[in-house]
T-cell receptor, first 112, second 109 residues
Framework: NAGVTQTPKFQVLKTGQSMTLQCAQDMNHEYMSWYRQDPGMGLRLIHYSVGAGITDQGEVPNGYNVSRSTTEDFPLRLLSAAPSQTSVYFC???????????FGPGTRLTVL | KNEVEQSPQNLTAQEGEFITINCSYSVGISALHWLQQHPGGGIVSLFMLSSGKKKHGRLIATINIQEKHSSLHITASHPRDSAVYICAVFGRSQGNLIFGKGTKLSVKP
């Protein structure tokens, strides 16, 4: 199993540009989520999904969209990038209930 | 006040020392995660526990549900243990984790 994969690993954007961070998992997990990690802040939940077709907002959803058309994929879209979105983004997945969460390798995004 | 508090924020140890990292939380939980993140690296799960104690190699995690406190111990520390250790608890929704800010551990040879 590849586990949780994310692309790209690094990305530089200009203010106002849009892009999609890709996330996929091959463990048939119901639950997927996106976090951002900023210095001194810890990981914060952006959006999550409890199954295909179902998404919900986390703690810091503004400026981001998600969709879950399949169990495997959970892309994160930045609609109009801002310097405040410079961060490291992690995708994660887990089975139902209180189960171990598996993290992707992260995407380091810089918005100029 | 953060729902998940870790201490210390930074920790420097000499190789071979016994290390303890603490985590206190204010929310009711069903399970707690200890995670490890190496510099520039991804995040891996070390333990998930809801009671008592778990051991994996030189790592030991304990939890006291009544006191809302967990500890991560590393015995005979080694420079390769240098990493950020993160405590996380499940929030009201079963899938959502609430994270502490992490403890940066540096083990000197």
């Amino acid at each position: 199993n590849a586990g949780v994969t994310q692309t790209p690993k690094f990305q530089v954007l200009k203010t106002g540009q849009s892009m999609t961070l890709q996330c996929a998992q091959d463990m048939n997990h119901e639950y997927m989520s996106w976090y951002r990690q900023d210095p001194g802040m810890g990981l914060r939940l952006i959006h999550y999904s409890v199954g295909a077709g179902i998404t919900d907002q986390g703690e810091v959803p503004n400026g981001y969209n998600v969709s879950r058309s399949t169990t495997e994929d959970f892309p994160l879209r930045l609609l109009s990038a801002a310097p405040s979105q410079t961060s490291v983004y992690f995708c994660a997945s887990k089975g139902g209930g209180y189960n171990e969460q598996f993290f992707g390798p992260g995407t380091r995004l810089t918005v100029l | 006040k953060n729902e998940v508090e870790q201490s210390p924020q930074n920790l420097t140890a000499q190789e071979g020392e016994f290390i303890t990292i603490n985590c206190s939380y204010s929310v009711g939980i069903s399970a707690l995660h200890w995670l490890q993140q190496h510099p520039g690296g991804g995040i891996v799960s070390l333990f998930m526990l809801s009671s008592g104690k778990k051991k994996h190699g030189r790592l030991i995690a304990t939890i006291n549900i009544q006191e809302k406190h967990s500890s991560l111990h590393i015995t005979a520390s080694h420079p390769r243990d240098s990493a950020v250790y993160i405590c996380a608890v499940f929030g009201r929704s079963q899938g959502n984790l609430i994270f502490g800010k992490g403890t940066k551990l540096s083990v000197k040879p």
